[in-house]
């Protein structure tokens, strides 16, 4: 069983340039998320979708965007990035059918910007 | 402001007992999460509390008391692969995830 698929595993960008970091999901869980993990900090949440077609803006969704097309995928678009974005990525995602609603996480994406 | 306050690193000796504690003010409150984080991985859930008191799992302990914004994850029987850092989240009233930093365990033999 898969679970969560992120792509790349490792990205280095040159400040400026477009990146979209992929999220693929086989339990077809409602919702997605997507967390930035910088050292010292906890995980800061990115953007959130609770169900396709839908999304909404979590604690830093400055310089990012999302779309949730379909159940599976949750794609993350830096249009135009800068050093601040050098973080690791993760997307998790959860079923959202009951109170207990655990998050797992995708093996994630480490990202440099220079 | 939202805050999940967690020691930044513990050290502990093979075979031994380590108490984790966390302590949270948040807005609102439906449930505390632990999760496991090995070193370039990906954080893998532990447990779940939202009633007080002590929930058992294995080797794997975790205790929550709401009036006092408190939980600690108990871990016995201390093994080499345990070394990892420890993740407490708090479930707010949005239903959204607030992570603590973790605490990373350093285990000696």
Redesign the interface.
């Known amino acids: 069983t898969a679970g969560i698929t992120q792509a790349p595993t490792s990205q280095i960008l040159a400040a400026g340039r477009s990146m979209t970091l992929r999220c693929t999901q086989d339990m077809r869980h409602n919702a997605m998320y997507w967390y930035r993990q910088d050292l010292?900090?906890?995980?800061?949440?990115i953007h959130?979708s609770n169900t396709a077609g839908t999304t909404g803006k979590?604690e830093v969704p400055d310089g990012y965007s999302v779309s949730r097309a379909n159940t599976d995928d949750f794609p993350l678009t830096l249009a135009s990035a800068v050093p601040s974005q050098t973080s690791v990525y993760?997307c998790a995602s959860s079923a959202l059918d009951s109170?207990?609603?655990?998050?797992?996480?995708?093996?994630?994406t480490r990202l440099t910007v220079l | 402001g939202q805050n999940i306050d967690q020691p930044t690193e513990m050290t502990a000796t093979e075979g031994a007992i380590v108490q984790i504690n966390c302590t949270y003010q948040t807005s609102g409150f439906n449930g505390l999460f632990w999760y496991q984080q090995h070193a370039g991985e990906a954080p893998t859930f532990l447990s779940y509390n939202v009633l007080d008191g002590l929930e058992e799992k294995g080797r794997f302990s975790s205790f929550l008391s709401r009036s006092k914004g408190y939980s600690y994850l108990l871990l016995k029987e201390l093994q080499m692969k345990d070394s990892a850092s420890y993740l407490c989240a708090v479930l707010d009233s949005n239903y959204q995830l607030i992570w603590g930093a973790g605490t990373k365990l350093i285990i000696k033999p």
């Not at chain 1, 010292?40 to 949440?45: C, D, N, V």
């Not at chain 1, 109170?99 to 994630?108: A, E, I, K, L, M």
């Open positions: 010292g900090l906890g995980l800061r949440l959130y979590g993760f109170s207990t609603d655990t998050q797992y996480f995708g093996p994630g």
